[in-house]
């Protein structure tokens, strides 16, 4: 069992920036898929960017593409999510997932490991 812990949501302006942080609890899920989902009220969860398990290669949803940057550090265990020029429709709790598979996808389904959430709020 991995478990995922998210932090570095909050409140900003629009315009403004976040880091997200996600640290696994242990290590072994080096060659797993990393992605960044969100989750807005009454709305449905949606993928927002996703990272292959040596980081060769990022996927992006096209709302935040130009914007957001996802990395991972294998060596903490640890996968990042970048958030520039934030806009209040990025407002959403954010999750974390891990999936065991080689190539990437945006399905939320294909991921068996998820952290709690991190609340992100973006102001006009």
């Known amino acids: 069992q991995v478990q995922l812990v998210e932090s570095g949501g909050g409140s900003v302006q629009a315009g403004g920036s976040l880091r997200l942080s996600c640290t696994a609890s242990r290590r072994g899920y080096s060659n797993y898929i990393l992605a960044w989902f969100r989750q807005a009220p009454g709305k449905e969860r949606e993928f927002v960017a996703g990272i292959n398990w040596d980081g060769s290669n990022a996927y992006y949803a096209d709302s935040v593409k130009g914007r957001f940057i996802i990395s991972r550090d294998n060596g903490e265990t640890a996968v990042y999510l970048e958030m520039n020029s934030l806009k209040p429709p990025d407002t959403a709790v954010y999750y974390c997932?891990?999936?065991?598979?080689?190539?990437?996808?945006?399905?939320?389904?294909?991921?068996?490991?998820w952290g709690q959430g991190t609340q992100v709020t973006v102001s006009s």
């Open positions: 997932a891990a999936a065991d598979r080689l190539r990437l996808t945006t399905m939320a389904s294909e991921y068996i490991y």
